[in-house]
C-alpha cells in the first residue's frame, strides 16, 4: 500500500485518535440500536399474527385471497409437477406448509435478523484485535512542518564544520515500511451492557413470534385442508343425488309414455334433475379453488394434481371450564410470550439512556515495528486506557429516557390488555365448540328424518298414491341437510382447532383436538 504527502503525526498520536474514534463507533452503534429500533421491527413482523389472533375462530375468507394481503396465504413452490396424484395427509399437508410457507418464512428471517443483532451487541464486550501492515514512498515537506531555515539554522552545530550544507533541501523522501498490531476493549460501558440486555429480549420476542406464526400455519392448513375435505363430501353427495334424480326422471318419463303420470310429473323431475347438476358443478369448482388455495399455502405447484387422504374427522372433546384453558393459554401462548418479551426490551432500552450518565472505561494498546530506507527497525508502543465522563446533555438524556418510559409503558398496557384479549377469545372458542356440537347431532337427526321422509315418498309415488311434487321436495330437503351436515362437521372441527389456537398448543395437539 503506497502513502504520499507529509504528515507530522506520530504512531502513538494516530493510534490514540483512532482509538477514541472506535469508541466512539461502538457507542454510537449501542445509542443507534436504541433510538431507531424500539423493538419496531418485531412488533411490526407481529402486527399479522395478533390481528389474526383477535379472529383465532376462523370463519369466513376473502374470495380470492393474495399472499399480498396476507403472506400465509403464499410459499415458495418447493414440489415439482409430477404425473402421479399426491396423496396428502393432513399431517402432510402441516409439514409441508411449516417447511414451505410464505408468511413463516418472513418471520423466520426477521428472527434471522435479530439473532444477528445480538452478535453485534456482543462484540462490543469482545476485544478487537487488529493487525496492520504498509509499506510505501514518502515525500515530507520540512518547511510545512515546522523546520524552515531559522530552525535549521539552529540545529548548525549539529552539522559538520557546524556549517548547515549550501543548498540542503527541505524536501526529504524515504520508503517506510511498518507493522502493527492493535487491541481495543470496553471494560464497563453502561449503554453497551444494557443494549445487548435490550438485543437478547428482542431476539426472544422474535422467537416467540416465530412460534406464534407456526401457530398460524398450522391453523391456516389444517382449515384449508377440511375445507377441502368438506368440499368433497359435498362433491360426493351432489352425485349420488344426481344420480338418484336421474333414476326419477328416468321413471318419470317412462310412466308418462306409458300413460300412467302426468306430462307435469316429468316436467318436475327434470327440473329437480336439472338443480342438482347446478348444485354438482357448483360444488365441484368451489372444490378446485379450495384445493389450489390449500397447495399454494404448503408450496405445491397449482397444477399439481392431489387426493386427500384423511376423511372429515369427528370426536368430543372433555369438558373444560374457561379457568383451566386460560391457565393453559397464559402458559404457552407465544403472542402473550412475545409481548412479555418486548417489556423486558423496552425496559433494557430505557435503562440504557438512563445509563448514559455513567463513566465509560476502556483499553487501547498497540505495538508496531517500522523501518526507514531499510536502515533497521525501530518498535514503539501503545497501552493507554480511557475513562469518559458525560459532563452535560441532561436536555437529551432526560428526553431520550422519558421517551423509552412511554414505549415501557405502552407496552405493559398492551400486555394487560391481551390477558384480557386471551380471556375472551378462551369463552368465545369454547361457546363455539359448545355450539357447533349440538349443531352436528342436529343435523345428523336431520339427515336422517330426511332419508326416511324420500324413502316413504318413493315408496308412495311407486304406488301410484301420490305425484312426484312431495318427492321433489323430500329430494331437496335432504340435499340441503345433507349440506348442513357437512357444514356442521366443517364448522365443529375449525372450532376445535381455534380452541387450540387460543390455547396456545395448536401444533403439539392439533391431531388430539381433532380425535385423529
Request: overall charge negative.
Amino acid at each position: 500500500m503506497s502513502r504520499c504527502g507529509g504528515s507530522g503525526e506520530s504512531p502513538q498520536a494516530r493510534g490514540s485518535s483512532e482509538k477514541m474514534m472506535e469508541v466512539k463507533r461502538e457507542e454510537h452503534f449501542v445509542l443507534r440500536w436504541a433510538a431507531t429500533s424500539d423493538l419496531r421491527r418485531p412488533a411490526m413482523g407481529l402486527l399479522a399474527f395478533l390481528v389474526l389472533a383477535g379472529g383465532i375462530a376462523v370463519g369466513a375468507r376473502a374470495q380470492n385471497p393474495s399472499s399480498a394481503e396476507n403472506p400465509f396465504w403464499g410459499s415458495v413452490t418447493a414440489q415439482p409437477v409430477t404425473g402421479e396424484p399426491l396423496r396428502l395427509s393432513l399431517d402432510d399437508a402441516i409439514e409441508r406448509g411449516l417447511k414451505n410457507n410464505l408468511g413463516l418464512k418472513e418471520v423466520e428471517n426477521e428472527e434471522k435478523t435479530y439473532h444477528a443483532e445480538v452478535d453485534e451487541a456482543l462484540q462490543l464486550f469482545l476485544p478487537t484485535i487488529k493487525l496492520t501492515a504498509d509499506t510505501g514512498y514518502h515525500m515530507h515537506n520540512l518547511a510545512a512542518q515546522g523546520f524552515g531555515p531559522k530552525v535549521i539554522g539552529e540545529f548548525s552545530s549539529l552539522f559538520p564544520g557546524g556549517q548547515i550544507p549550501a543548498g540542503l533541501s527541505l524536501i526529504t523522501r524515504d520508503y517506510l515500511t511498518e507493522g502493527k498490531l492493535e487491541y481495543n476493549e470496553i471494560l464497563f460501558s453502561g449503554p453497551v451492557i444494557q443494549g445487548w440486555k435490550a438485543a437478547r429480549a428482542a431476539e426472544r420476542a422474535a422467537h416467540f413470534g416465530k412460534m406464534t406464526a407456526r401457530g398460524e400455519v398450522v391453523q391456516q392448513v389444517a382449515v384449508e385442508y377440511l375445507r377441502a375435505v368438506a368440499d368433497q363430501s359435498e362433491v360426493e353427495n351432489a352425485k349420488a343425488l344426481v344420480a338418484q334424480a336421474q333414476v326419477l326422471a328416468d321413471h318419470a318419463h317412462e310412466s308418462h309414455v306409458a300413460g300412467v303420470a302426468a306430462n307435469l310429473d316429468e316436467l318436475r323431475a327434470k327440473v329437480q334433475l336439472q338443480s342438482q347438476q347446478q348444485t354438482l358443478i357448483t360444488a365441484e369448482n368451489q372444490q378446485e379453488k379450495d384445493l389450489i388455495l390449500l397447495k399454494r399455502e404448503i408450496g405445491v405447484d397449482p397444477e399439481q394434481e392431489i387426493e386427500l387422504t384423511d376423511p372429515a374427522p369427528y370426536s368430543e372433546l372433555a369438558e373444560e371450564t374457561p379457568e383451566e384453558v386460560k391457565a393453559v393459554a397464559y402458559q404457552n401462548r407465544q403472542d402473550y410470550q412475545n409481548y412479555e418479551n418486548q417489556a423486558v426490551a423496552f425496559k433494557a432500552l430505557h435503562n440504557v439512556y438512563r445509563s448514559e450518565r455513567l463513566p465509560t472505561l476502556s483499553f487501547y494498546g498497540n505495538y508496531g515495528t517500522s523501518t526507514v530506507n531499510g536502515a533497521g527497525t525501530h518498535g514503539d508502543f501503545i497501552a493507554m486506557g480511557t475513562l469518559a465522563f458525560p459532563i452535560f446533555r441532561e436536555a437529551k438524556l432526560r428526553g431520550d429516557s422519558d421517551v423509552s418510559k412511554a414505549k415501557l409503558e405502552e407496552t405493559n398496557a398492551q400486555l394487560d390488555d391481551l390477558r384480557s384479549h386471551i380471556d375472551e377469545q378462551v369463552r368465545a372458542a369454547l361457546l363455539d365448540v359448545s355450539a357447533n356440537k349440538q349443531l352436528v347431532a342436529v343435523a345428523r337427526s336431520n339427515v336422517n328424518l330426511a332419508t326416511r321422509a324420500l324413502s316413504d315418498e318413493t315408496d308412495r309415488v311407486n304406488a301410484g298414491v301420490d305425484d312426484n311434487l312431495p318427492l321433489v321436495t323430500a329430494q331437496a330437503t335432504l340435499a340441503t341437510a345433507e349440506n348442513n351436515l357437512v357444514e356442521s362437521l366443517y364448522a365443529y372441527n375449525v372450532s376445535k382447532i381455534g380452541l387450540a389456537r387460543a390455547t396456545g398448543v395448536l401444533e403439539q395437539q392439533y391431531r388430539t383436538y381433532l380425535g385423529r
